[in-house]
């Protein structure tokens, strides 16, 4: 079930990857900004996430100068996908301004409701969801992106607003499940 608009954001305590961003192990009030949080689940392998990098580069550079906490999450089995191992994690995010975490057991996504890769979560200053779905609506060639729903909601939150535009269906892998 995806989480409920409003609604608070589960805990977690997650190993990251990126051992320049953030502290070995992070929860989620680790992840925070003053203003408000992002999580976007991600991964390694999948074709939308990797035509996203620079642009969720450039997103969590923003998020930072604007008080927002960043923070990807990769719940992707290993076994069926190695490239989205915990090895494979820490080599990406040396080029990540992000902490970048490992859902081993995918007690997150699950808590989460998280169904693809990316997949983004906006939550206010008191960690309630206000926005949930994709950055815009070309995650594989940003050249043909004509929204910006994320950015909006983000912008919106901050300026005390509603998101016109609180959940959209994300566009990219799906999360890959245990059996």
Same mark, same amino acid.
């Given at each position: *079930?995806?989480?409920?608009?409003?609604?608070?954001?589960?805990?977690?305590? +997650? /190993?990251?990857?990126?051992?320049?961003? %953030?502290?070995?192990?992070?929860?989620? !009030?680790?992840?925070?900004?003053?203003?408000? /949080?992002?999580?976007?689940?991600?991964?390694?392998?999948?074709?939308?996430?990797?035509?996203?990098?620079?642009?969720?580069?450039?997103?969590?550079?923003?998020?930072?100068?604007? %008080?927002? %906490?960043?923070?990807?999450?990769?719940?992707?089995?290993?076994?069926?996908?190695?490239?989205?191992?915990?090895?494979?994690?820490?080599?990406?995010?040396?080029?990540?301004?992000?902490?970048? +975490?490992?859902?081993?057991?995918?007690?997150?996504?699950?808590?989460? %409701?998280? !169904?693809? /890769?990316?997949?983004?979560?906006?939550?206010?200053?008191?960690?309630?969801?206000?926005?949930?779905?994709?950055?815009?609506?070309?995650?594989?060639?940003?050249?043909?992106?004509? /929204?910006?729903? +994320?950015?909006?909601? #983000?912008?919106? *939150?901050?300026?005390?607003?509603?998101?016109? #535009?609180?959940?959209?269906?994300?566009?990219?892998?799906?999360? !890959?499940?245990?059996?």
């Amino acid at each position: *079930m995806p989480l409920s608009l409003g609604q608070i954001a589960p805990a977690f305590q +997650l /190993t990251n990857a990126n051992a320049a961003v %953030g502290e070995p192990t992070m929860n989620f !009030k680790q992840s925070a900004g003053l203003q408000g /949080t992002v999580i976007v689940f991600e991964c390694n392998h999948c074709p939308y996430v990797i035509a996203s990098i620079e642009r969720m580069e450039s997103m969590a550079a923003w998020c930072g100068e604007v %008080g927002v %906490g960043f923070v990807g999450i990769n719940s992707n089995d290993p076994v069926v996908y190695p490239n989205d191992s915990f090895e494979h994690m820490q080599k990406r995010a040396t080029s990540m301004g992000y902490a970048y +975490l490992h859902d081993e057991t995918q007690e997150i996504a699950h808590a989460y %409701g998280a !169904k693809r /890769t990316p997949e983004f979560f906006l939550f206010d200053a008191n960690n309630r969801l206000v926005y949930q779905g994709r950055m815009d609506d070309a995650p594989r060639d940003p050249t043909k992106a004509t /929204t910006s729903e +994320l950015k909006d909601a #983000i912008e919106a *939150m901050l300026s005390g607003q509603t998101p016109t #535009i609180e959940r959209t269906e994300s566009i990219g892998c799906s999360v !890959k499940w245990k059996a």
